[in-house]
């Protein structure tokens, strides 16, 4: 059992940036993919990238490559989301989520709110 806390979100400004954080507990991201969504309100939810742990590879939808960056920390068993260049469309709750495999999630975060203002 893996369980996910993401933190790192809030309330910023068009143009700025956040670092999200998602830290694993129970046990060691070793073997998973990790990635990162968002969901807006009345909106289905949206795949931004994902990283296998045990190579770094990483993975990003078009819509997000330009200015969000995946990245792993093995020593804080922790994934983070890099997002510059905030927009007010990019306002959604960002949740983590871990597998075995890409696109086959099990585990989920509680999720995170990012709020950007114009």
């Known amino acids: 059992q893996v369980q996910l806390v993401e933190s790192g979100g809030g309330l910023v400004q068009a143009g700025g940036s956040l670092r999200l954080s998602c830290a694993a507990s129970?046990?060691?991201?070793?073997?998973?993919?990790i990635g990162w969504f968002r969901q807006a309100p009345g909106k289905e939810r949206e795949f931004l990238a994902d990283i296998n742990w045990s190579s770094a590879s990483t993975n990003y939808a078009d819509s997000v490559k330009s200015r969000f960056t995946i990245s792993r920390d093995i020593a804080k068993n922790t994934v983070y989301l890099q997002m510059n260049s905030l927009k007010p469309e990019d306002t959604a709750v960002y949740r983590c989520a871990a597998g075995f495999m890409r696109g086959h999630y099990y585990y989920w975060g509680q999720g995170t709110q990012v709020t950007v203002s114009s």
């Open positions: 129970g046990r060691t991201f070793s073997n998973y993919v």
